[in-house]
């Protein structure tokens, strides 16, 4: 299965990168093909509504989604990976999602997989809600397959979510993943 990881945050060493390494190690070892894609370091504009695409495409704006939009029509599996901002996925990441408007109709047809791996420095309980809603949510619209999330409360810092069971778990799903 060809994995398109969608990495949301701009630091590249950052905890929530740290659960996707994982992902992507317990993947690959199950022989799934892992493809990333950085939302924060490519040069992907805005969405500006205005549905020239059809919601079908092509985009009028001519930057860095071209590619990507090629990687994801590719794919059989979308992993959302993002940090936490203000119990929301990161601006960057919400970026790309957005751009999605072009090719909504070919991503529903494609009916893929997904997985949502996250990180927070809060550890309280409904310290994800608000992102677990949007992402499903995104399941539903997009005709995905969930096939599970990692969510890492407490992880504010790379050495505190190496020491927490969330790269494990990351892991694991990666390794659990059918074909």
Not at 58 to 64: L, S
Not at 95 to 114: E, P
Not at 117 to 123: E, F, G, K, Q, T
Request: hydrophobic share 35%.
């Amino acid at each position: 299965m060809k994995i398109v990881m969608l990495e949301g945050s701009p630091n590249r060493h950052g905890s929530s990168n740290l659960l996707a390494e994982e992902f992507a190690k317990g993947a690959e070892e199950a022989g799934h093909e892992i493809v990333t894609v950085s939302a924060a370091h490519s040069r992907i504009s805005p969405c500006t509504g205005c549905v020239a695409c059809g919601y079908n495409g092509p985009c009028v704006q001519k930057d860095d989604m071209e590619e990507i939009k090629k990687k994801i029509l590719d794919a059989d599996m979308l992993v959302f990976v993002t940090p936490l901002y203000y119990y929301g996925m990161s601006a960057q990441l919400k970026i790309l999602i957005d751009r999605f408007c072009a090719i909504n109709g070919s991503i529903q047809r494609k009916k893929m997989k997904s997985a949502l791996l996250s990180v927070a420095w809060n550890s309280d309980g409904w310290t994800f809600d608000a992102l677990e809603v949007h992402y499903h949510t995104l399941v539903k619209y997009l005709n995905f397959q969930d096939q599970g999330m990692v969510l890492g409360r407490g992880c504010g810092t790379p050495s505190m979510t190496k020491s927490s069971e969330y790269p494990e778990q990351a892991y694991r799903l990666g390794k659990s993943l059918d074909y």
